[in-house]
């Protein structure tokens, strides 16, 4: 498990700060669930599942062409919620089924 602001240094050192956003836009994509949501603890211990930093990236990317309703939709429908922790094969394979 890992804390957000520790995934959202993961995604900096990846693809740089300018391309990724404030710590309070992505606990609003994990509510809205366009990312997992927080799966032990609370506000300032909340942590989320490892896979995190990477559904971060892939909403990043996907945000160009689709909108962020659409992202959680998607990932509805390929039973990701807000709770559930996948590794990253898991989550690679169900996102190239849509």
């Known amino acids: ?3 957000l602001k520790e995934a959202r240094q993961k995604v900096i050192n990846i693809i740089g700060q300018d391309k990724v956003p404030a710590h309070t836009t992505l606990r609003g994509w994990a509510n809205k669930g366009v990312i997992s949501g927080v799966i032990e603890g609370n506000t300032q211990k909340a942590k989320y599942p ?4 990477l559904e971060i990236l892939a909403a990043i990317e996907l945000k160009n062409e689709y909108t962020l309703k659409k992202i959680a ?3 509805s429908e390929i ?5 559930d922790y996948y590794s990253k094969e898991n989550y690679i394979n169900k996102l190239s089924s849509l």
């Not at 039973?79 to 709770?83: C, D, L, M, R």
Request: glycine share 0%; charged share 35%; no cysteine.
């Open 1 to 3: 498990m890992i804390s």
């Open 50 to 53: 490892d896979i995190i930093v």
């Open 73 to 75: 939709e998607a990932r």
């Open 79 to 83: 039973n990701f919620t807000k709770k």
